[in-house]
């Protein structure tokens, strides 16, 4: 399991899981660009297994893959990473699915097709969530 020590000053890493590969490859561009580690994913077997390997700031996922669900990619992550914050992605956003996101500790879910700025303030927001939490 990994944990970051509070005070370390290392770049954010961000894990972004999407089967679709134009959103894998703007959202990499938009945060990489904001000075984050982003590690890619296009299912979620490949994000649990990136999350046993690296520390995780940040899981972005899509919502619905072909392998697992974005609700069980985070529940997996968060299993290896509790600290780890999660933002679900989807174009079919149901009030079960949002309720399972935050329920298993999602900080936000975003519908596509989304702005770039609004998800930039989402991963900040997520991010200082972390901070404040001490992780």
Not at 30 to 51: F, M, P, Q, R, W
Not at 78 to 105: D, F, H, K, N, W
Request: glycine fraction near 6%; charge should be negative; charged fraction near 25%.
């Amino acid at each position: 399991m990994w944990q970051h020590v509070p005070g370390m000053k290392e770049s954010r890493t961000i894990l972004v899981v999407d089967d679709e590969p134009n959103i894998r490859r703007v959202l990499e561009a938009l945060l990489t660009k904001s000075g984050y580690t982003v590690l890619l994913a296009e299912n979620g077997k490949k994000a649990v297994a990136l999350a046993s390997a690296s520390p995780i700031d940040l899981l972005i996922s899509d919502l619905i893959m072909p392998d697992m669900s974005g609700v069980e990619v985070l529940r997996s992550v968060r299993e290896l990473q509790p600290s780890c914050q999660g933002i679900l992605i989807t174009a079919y956003p149901t009030v079960r699915s949002a309720v399972e996101a935050m329920r298993l500790g999602a900080y936000d879910y975003i519908s596509k097709p989304f702005e770039l700025d609004d998800v930039a303030k989402m991963v900040r927001q997520a991010l200082d969530r972390n901070s404040i939490n001490g992780t």
